[in-house]
């Protein structure tokens, strides 16, 4: 597969990796994703509060929620097509769609904050 596409409901922020109290699959979810990034692997993530016109100009997830409704989100496309609705899709399966190998894409991300301290 060439592209993955994952729209998700609406959140506070663009990842939903936010407040007190963090949705562990939302920052697996992220962190798998920026790992297919950095793999080179086109993959992109929509949210409904801050892409809506993403979710009217893709008429699959269009179609789909008009069909179902919004409990199909988060909705995977690959290709085109619709792979997965309902929930993320795990690791195994970015896995098998990208071609990226699930040690790549399940690797802990490791971050850096910087402190600017002024004297």
Same mark, same amino acid.
Not at 38 to 52: C, M, Q, V
Not at 63 to 84: F, N, Q, Y
């Given at each position: 597969m #060439?592209r993955?596409?994952? %729209? #998700? @409901?609406? =959140?506070?922020?663009?990842t /939903?990796?936010?407040? @007190? +109290?963090? $949705?562990?699959?939302l920052?697996?979810?992220?962190?798998? *994703?920026?790992?297919?990034? &950095?793999?080179g %692997?086109?993959?992109?993530? %929509?949210?409904?509060? +801050?892409d809506?016109?993403?979710?009217?100009q893709?008429?699959?997830i269009? !179609?789909?929620l008009? !069909? #179902? /409704? =919004?409990s199909v989100l @988060?909705?995977t496309?690959? $290709?085109?097509?619709?792979?997965k609705?309902g929930t993320?899709p795990?690791?195994?399966e970015?896995? $098998?769609w990208?071609g *990226?190998?699930?040690d &790549?894409i +399940?690797?802990?991300q490791q %971050?850096q904050?910087?402190l600017?301290? +002024?004297?």
């Amino acid at each position: 597969m #060439e592209r993955i596409q994952i %729209f #998700e @409901p609406a =959140m506070c922020c663009s990842t /939903g990796v936010c407040g @007190p +109290s963090v $949705d562990q699959e939302l920052i697996r979810i992220t962190g798998a *994703v920026g790992n297919l990034r &950095k793999n080179g %692997f086109n993959i992109s993530r %929509f949210n409904l509060t +801050s892409d809506p016109a993403a979710f009217v100009q893709n008429q699959a997830i269009h !179609d789909l929620l008009e !069909d #179902e /409704g =919004m409990s199909v989100l @988060p909705a995977t496309i690959a $290709d085109g097509k619709v792979v997965k609705k309902g929930t993320y899709p795990t690791n195994q399966e970015l896995a $098998d769609w990208s071609g *990226v190998s699930i040690d &790549k894409i +399940s690797k802990k991300q490791q %971050f850096q904050i910087k402190l600017n301290v +002024s004297k």
